[in-house]
């Protein structure tokens, strides 16, 4: 099946006193329709960056490679007034923190019914119908009465449900969700999540579900791509990565994480310090913090190769191959 999304070795370089900086370095990913695809990597590794050459919101200067086709055209060269049309009727974002893209002096009704005006030219009467629908699509409890209020009389999972309900207004075939529950508490992103998976299934909405946390993409991505540096560490079905992670860096997020079911289980952290774009290190970016590095991962840029169903990763000592199922 042709994915909604093909995006074929990324490449963005941002504008930096010293010159063009390389931060996305040949990503590869598709989405699919009705499919939450998610991006992980820690602090720095390029989630978001990605996420706005995609959407034409990379800063001033920036320069992109590559192709990212959705639905036939390429968003990398689409012109100005294109992507505009082409942001929030076909891909909308949503930010981790909606005090950030929420107007706190507008209310939400206002905030709702604009873009609705704006984007599909809506009468008052009929963007404010399609307002309180859209409100009740996120769950939120009395939207007539939540129509009339201010971003800060919400607490931060219903600011992200009106967000979300932002994103939705135009029915977009593309969500980009960056980081939208790490500023909430486990069980409002609990609810958060549950709600991108059920718009997902029930609007065949794809979903790009940005996080550092491997944790919430083990239970609602199908598939996933984890970015080390700018670059592709591994990716491929969640079951796989989550279940046999091959690359060293994959395992080594694993390792860090809480187990519900062995609480008491010692966490590892990785050590050392994330890859800075300044200083990103020679041949593959990962070696400097990697335990089973041998002298010649500091030489050449490891290519991603296929392994099984799907999946390639990124490292040529490959030390987890004899731990996969077969
Ligand atoms: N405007 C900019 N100018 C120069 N460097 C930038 C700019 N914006 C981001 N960067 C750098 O690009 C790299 C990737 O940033 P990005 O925001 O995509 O990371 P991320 O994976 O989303 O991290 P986080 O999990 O912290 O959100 C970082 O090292 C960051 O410092
Ligand atoms: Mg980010």
Same mark, same amino acid.
Not at 150 to 155: C, D, G, I, L
Not at 179 to 185: K, Q, S
Not at 314 to 319: F, K, S, Y
């Given at each position: 099946m042709t994915p909604l999304l093909s995006v074929r070795d990324l490449h963005v370089w941002l504008d930096t006193a010293r010159g063009p900086l390389s931060i996305v370095d040949g990503v590869s990913f598709d989405v699919g329709e009705g499919q939450v695809f998610g991006l992980a990597g820690e602090s720095g590794s390029g989630k978001t960056i990605t996420a706005l050459a995609l959407l034409g919101l $990379? =800063? !001033?200067g920036a320069r992109t490679g590559g192709v990212a086709i959705m639905a036939g055209r390429d968003l990398l060269a689409m012109r100005t007034s294109e992507r505009r049309r082409t942001r929030g009727r076909e891909i909308a974002m949503v930010f981790q923190d909606p005090t950030s893209s $929420?107007?706190?002096?507008? /209310?939400i009704e206002r905030q709702l019914t604009e873009h609705l005006r704006y984007q599909l030219g809506l009468s008052g009467k009929e963007a404010h119908l399609r307002a309180v629908a859209l409100l009740t699509e996120v769950r939120m409890p009395d939207p007539e009465a939540a129509m009339r209020g201010?971003?800060?009389? +919400? #607490?931060g999972g219903m600011r992200q449900r009106i967000q979300i309900a932002i994103g939705l207004a135009c029915e977009p075939r593309l969500l980009i969700a960056d980081? =939208? /529950?790490?500023? $909430? *508490?486990v069980t409002v992103q609990a609810g958060i999540l549950r709600l991108l998976r059920r718009l997902c299934k029930e609007k065949n909405l794809a979903v790009i579900l940005i996080t550092h946390d491997l944790g919430v993409l083990s239970a609602l991505a199908d598939s996933i791509t984890v970015m080390y540096a700018g670059r592709v560490a591994e990716s491929g079905p969640t079951s796989q990565v989550m279940g046999h992670a091959r690359h060293p860096y994959t395992r080594g997020l694993i390792d860090a994480l809480p187990h519900p079911e062995a609480p008491d289980r010692v966490l590892i952290p990785i050590a050392g310090d994330p890859a800075s774009p300044e200083s990103?290190? #020679?041949?593959? !970016? +990962?070696h400097p913090r990697c335990r089973y590095s041998r002298p010649s991962c500091q030489i050449a840029i490891p290519p991603l190769i296929p392994i099984d169903d799907g999946r390639e990763m !990124?490292?040529?000592? *490959?030390?987890f191959m004899a731990s996969v199922a077969r």
């Open positions: $990379l =800063p !001033a $929420l107007h706190p002096m507008l /209310t201010y971003p800060h009389q +919400f #607490s980081e =939208p /529950t790490t500023a $909430l *508490d990103r290190p #020679s041949g593959c !970016a +990962f !990124a490292c040529p000592v *490959d030390p």
